[in-house]
């Protein structure tokens, strides 16, 4: 196995203590954790289901595979066979974990991607790169390519015809294309595609996968709620791997995300909570003299004022404001800092009176 970087989070404890002695207390604004209510709906659901004696199935239930098909249909245009929804004990497991369920030697990511892409790779031994023109890779064979859009830290959005090269290069390869999609209900001046919808893959979704994560659309990130689907002959080689593996999403937790997943009203709700926040936090941030770059998608700020990006961190900080640095992404991010927008109104608030 390859030598594991550091967890980056443990390298903001100092920046994290000074922005806690604010007087007024910190605004964490560093990881894209959500603060807001689980649905009331979802949590019923989850309390009926809670005398659950027996093992859940690997694979969901019926009508668990049936709500995430009918989301993908309804909101995204894509179809898929219910028999081809695999549950996901949250979506960082399988980010880390498909490498190895592949057997792949080489694993490319984004040049600015959450590190758990190269975990993965690095647990599963795998070569990894990190790479946004594939046509530079040269001869030598990929295994699997992700690809995220929206992209986490930046908030880029992939249009479909960039897309479409990477699936058409993956394809004359026998390379794996895995999207990250787990912001895709979040686009604001760009709207994301799935890599299976019809315009990017012409309806075929061979040698695909689609990651999606209730965490953020949802506020389940505690429950651990997320699936992957795509095509059929991957999606059985990953269940056969799990059910060996014994990687069951508890039978409560498949009953929330039904309702969850059959439910528009609470996504839509806490889409208009991020906007407002989005809307009062931006231009604060460039009246303080951080320019924004992408970031038309997703919950994150891709923010620079020109310096390093510790050096960024470190001067938020000072008046209690608490961000990421960019090169937690990637050396491409060493001048540019990642702010969330994952906090309570009254913290945005006092975020936008501390940079007046």
Request: with cysteine.
């Amino acid at each position: 196995m390859n030598t594991l970087p550091d967890f980056p989070w443990d390298r903001l404890e100092q920046h994290k203590e000074r922005a806690g002695a604010h007087p007024d207390g910190i605004v964490d604004l560093s990881v894209g954790t959500p603060v807001d209510p689980v649905p009331q709906l979802v949590q019923n659901t989850l309390a009926a289901a809670a005398n659950s004696p027996g093992y859940p199935l690997t694979h969901g239930t019926k009508e668990l595979r049936e709500a995430a098909a009918g989301w993908l249909r309804r909101r995204h245009d894509v179809t898929v066979d219910a028999s081809d929804v695999l549950p996901l004990i949250g979506s960082k497991e399988f980010v880390a974990w498909l490498p190895t369920y592949l057997g792949a030697k080489r694993v490319v990511f984004p040049e600015l991607a959450y590190p758990t892409y190269e975990v993965g790779a690095r647990l599963s031994g795998a070569a990894p790169m990190a790479s946004d023109g594939l046509l530079a890779l040269g001869p030598q064979h990929v295994d699997l390519v992700w690809v995220n859009s929206p992209g986490n830290p930046t908030g880029r959005v992939l249009p479909p015809e960039h897309l479409r090269k990477v699936v058409a290069w993956a394809r004359e390869r026998g390379t794996v294309v895995a999207s990250d999609e787990c912001y895709i209900e979040l686009g604001w001046e760009e709207q994301p595609v799935s890599i299976l919808h019809p315009d990017v893959c012409d309806g075929s979704h061979e040698g695909l996968l689609a990651v999606h994560s209730l965490s953020k659309r949802s506020n389940l990130a505690g429950y651990r709620a997320a699936f992957v689907t795509g095509d059929p002959a991957l999606v059985r080689r990953l269940l056969h791997v799990r059910k060996h593996a014994g990687m069951l999403m508890p039978g409560p937790v498949q009953a929330a995300m039904t309702v969850a997943l059959g439910d528009d009203e609470h996504v839509d709700a806490q889409r208009e909570l991020y906007a407002a926040r989005r809307a009062r936090l931006r231009p604060a941030l460039e009246r303080a003299g951080w320019r924004i770059d992408h970031s038309t998608a997703g919950l994150y700020f891709w923010a620079s004022n020109g310096e390093n990006a510790w050096d960024q961190v470190s001067k938020l900080s000072e008046i209690g404001i608490l961000v990421a640095p960019g090169d937690f992404y990637g050396p491409a991010g060493k001048r540019h800092i990642r702010i969330a927008m994952t906090a309570t109104d009254e913290r945005i608030s006092a975020a936008v009176r501390r940079l007046q």
